[in-house]
């Protein structure tokens, strides 16, 4: 059975970082798109950012440009969301997620077929 199993979560001061990680289990993920999204109470599943299999190719939601990273190794099958520079507004659960068409609409929800658990970001002062 595929897993995908994140952590990394915590409760940060605004500008601390943090780094998420998410493991696959189950089978090989050759050939996919590995995506993050995130949810805030009340509010839709958003994108956060996605990464090719061949990691060469990152794309970001514009809210995170600049202060978020993602980063996988394939050896591992387990990919990261290093967050820098975290705000308020950046609070949410984060998921991760798995898409095996590899599809352009990389920043779409419902193209990814495979979805972690989910883990509680939370950033106050």
């Known amino acids: 059975q595929v897993q995908l199993i994140e952590s990394g979560g915590g409760s940060v001061q605004p500008g601390a970082s943090l780094r998420l990680s998410c493991v696959v289990s189950g089978r090989p993920f050759s050939g996919y798109t590995m995506g993050w999204f995130r949810q805030a109470p009340g509010k839709e599943r958003d994108f956060v950012g996605a990464?090719?299999?061949?990691?060469?190719?990152?794309y970001y939601a514009d809210s995170v440009k600049g202060r978020f990273a993602i980063s996988r190794d394939n050896a591992k099958n387990t990919w990261y969301l290093q967050m820098n520079s975290l705000k308020p507004d950046d609070t949410a659960v984060y998921y991760c997620?798995?898409?095996?068409?590899?599809?352009?609409?990389?920043?779409?929800?419902?193209?990814?077929?495979?979805w972690g658990q989910g883990t509680q970001v939370t950033v106050s002062s």
């Open positions: 990464i090719w299999w061949s990691g060469w190719r990152t």
């Open positions: 997620a798995a898409d095996s068409t590899a599809s352009r609409n990389y920043y779409v929800a419902s193209e990814y077929d495979y």
